[in-house]
T-cell receptor
Framework: DGGITQSPKYLFRKEGQNVTLSCEQNLNHDAMYWYRQDPGQGLRLIYYSQIVNDFQKGDIAEGYSVSREKKESFPLTVTSAQKNPTAFYLC????????????????FGNGTRLTVT | GQNIDQPTEMTATEGAIVQINCTYQTSGFNGLFWYQQHAGEAPTFLSYNVLDGLEEKGRFSSFLSRSKGYSYLLLKELQMKDSASYLCAVHSNYQLIWGAGTKLIIKP
């Protein structure tokens, strides 16, 4: 079955360490996204990529970095510069290169809960 | 600014009907999504409204009024598995703006 795999589900790190969250999809989707979800807030876009070797900053890109070397993979690195990294991180993909719509909604992975102490 | 409002939490009884509202104030409008998210899991796509009116899909229906900046998700014949958060998102000027979600609690 096709889908999006995020790993690990839970991740613990010490303050000052960089950490990379994995996101792999086998849906043959062009576009991939990283969102952050915090209690009481809507999803916030960190980075997105509409095509291999290209990506754009979202609303809260500071302290994060990404790469898109393969269509299937869009890893997110949370750097030590991110002031409040503890959160639930969701990776998503959609079929076309444009924004999601009825025939190309976002498909999400099961998320990675990152805790930094 | 751009804003989406949803009730934080709602409670309903198994077998009943519940309506979850979403109001939005955005600079543009191209469509509105509803997603369901069980705790600690991936949001899953429920519906997408572009035109005014009601769209029905099994036990779930979604309504849109663009002039009022208002949508609702209607869930009928509630089941315990419907206990989840329901997220509203507006497609506005090449970006998706998300509400904070409504946590729906179903009681037997």
């Amino acid at each position: 079955d096709g889908g999006i795999t995020q790993s690990p589900k839970y991740l613990f790190r010490k303050e000052g360490q960089n950490v990379t969250l994995s996101c792999e999809q086998n849906l043959n989707h062009d576009a991939m996204y990283w969102y952050r979800q915090d209690p009481g807030q809507g999803l916030r876009l960190i980075y997105y990529s509409q095509i291999v070797n290209d990506f754009q900053k979202g609303d809260i890109a500071e302290g994060y970095s990404v790469s898109r070397e393969k269509k299937e993979s869009f890893p997110l690195t949370v750097t030590s510069a991110q002031k409040n990294p503890t959160a639930f991180y969701l990776c998503a993909s959609s079929l076309g290169q444009g924004l999601p719509h009825r025939n190309s909604p976002l498909h999400f992975g099961n998320g990675t809960r990152l805790t930094v102490t | 600014g751009q804003n989406i409002d949803q009730p934080t939490e709602m409670t309903a009884t198994e077998g009943a009907i519940v309506q979850i509202n979403c109001t939005y104030q955005t600079s543009g409008f191209n469509g509105l999504f509803w997603y369901q998210q069980h705790a600690g899991e991936a949001p899953t796509f429920l519906s997408y409204n572009v035109l005014d009116g009601l769209e029905e899909k099994g036990r779930f229906s979604s309504f849109l009024s663009r002039s009022k900046g208002y949508s609702y998700l209607l869930l009928k014949e509630l089941q315990m598995k419907d206990s989840a958060s329901y997220l509203c998102a507006v497609h506005s000027n090449y970006q998706l703006i998300w509400g904070a979600g409504t946590k729906l609690i179903i009681k037997p």
